[in-house]
């Protein structure tokens, strides 16, 4: 089966949803410990993952990003998602997102592909600026976006709680990549 890679780094690879990916959407979605700081801060259903998969998808065609599956390079295991969205909240903007399985966190792959999909971003000139936001205790995604560049910002208001946001601007970036796209 035909696989549309985005682009890959030294570890990673980063692709287009497949039909039948719900599963691996649910799979990544379907427990506590990976959802407690998203939106909701519950285990997403079979029914909300397959809405997420259509939507991301339909962003891709939309904007020319989403949130992409991403891979390993070495064996093709799913590790999980990330990329932007649109966010039309009260600052709308671009959103860098992403969500690791859990067997897959502490290996340095969040800040692998984060770095990875800033410069992405930039070069594909999808925009000026992005942001990200966390729940105010995701205290390692926090230290990930510092990592990748993001500065501190206004903090938004989230289903009534106060997110820590960070914000990246194209001015900010250096000429050259620091991730090397293969």
Not at 75 to 103: I, M, N, V
Not at 131 to 136: L, R, Y
Not at 170 to 180: D, E, L, P
Request: aromatic residues 14%; contains cysteine; glycine residues 8%.
């Amino acid at each position: 089966m035909y696989e549309e890679v985005i682009f890959e780094t030294e570890r990673l690879k980063v692709a287009m949803w497949a039909p039948g990916d719900v599963a691996l959407v649910h799979k990544l979605h379907s427990t506590i410990e990976t959802t407690r700081y998203l939106t909701g801060s519950a285990p997403w259903s079979l029914e909300k993952c397959e809405e997420r998969l259509s939507r991301w998808v339909e962003d891709h065609h939309r904007y020319g990003t989403t949130k992409y599956k991403l891979l390993s390079r070495d064996d093709d295991r799913f590790l999980g998602r990330a990329g932007f969205s649109f966010f039309g909240g009260e600052r709308p903007d671009f959103e860098l997102g992403y969500s690791l399985c859990q067997t897959d966190w502490g290996k340095g792959y969040a800040t692998e592909i984060g770095m990875a999909f800033r410069d992405w971003f930039f070069d594909r000139k999808i925009a000026n600026k992005f942001i990200a936001f966390t729940h105010p205790n995701n205290i390692a995604s926090q230290n990930v976006l510092t990592k990748i560049g993001m500065r501190l910002c206004q903090p938004m208001t989230i289903e009534g709680l106060v997110c820590p946001t960070f914000e990246y601007c194209r001015h900010a970036r250096s000429n050259r990549s620091t991730v090397k796209l293969m």
